[in-house]
């Protein structure tokens, strides 16, 4: 599966962004979809993860109550709803995909990773 990550921008501190990932190839109905950050000099980190059929969704500590994941079924499609947006939420988002459960699923089972979206939230 092929997946590409759209959506980003320049937004100011306490701003909303809503980032997109597309999949070609295949539906990503069987899926554990998650997204992934990284910022300058730093590593990839986790974001957000959810299981397509599934209602339990993940997010890391530094988003949680911020961040929504989300689907579209028709257009295969995962969404990440981006609130309160703060300077350190700047990064190039990723998404990717998993075959097992979100919550025990590690970066490296990822894959499908595509190119990703630039985020940057100004102060």
Not at 43 to 57: I, Q
Not at 115 to 120: D, I, K, R
Request: proline share 2%; glycine share 12%; aromatic share 12%.
């Amino acid at each position: 599966v092929q997946l590409q990550a759209s959506g980003g921008g320049l937004v100011q501190a306490g701003g909303s962004l809503r980032l997109s990932c597309a999949a070609s190839g295949r539906t990503l109905s069987s899926y554990t979809m998650g997204w992934f950050r990284q910022a300058p000099g730093k590593d990839r980190e986790f974001v957000a993860a959810f299981r397509w059929g599934g209602s339990r969704k993940r997010y890391s500590d530094s988003v949680k109550g911020r961040f929504t994941i989300s689907r579209d079924n028709a257009k295969n499609t995962v969404y990440l709803q981006m609130n309160s947006l703060k300077p350190e939420d700047t990064a190039v988002y990723y998404c990717a995909a998993a075959t097992r459960d979100p919550f025990i699923s590690t970066e490296h089972e990822y894959f499908g990773w595509g190119q990703g979206t630039q985020v940057t939230v100004s102060s």
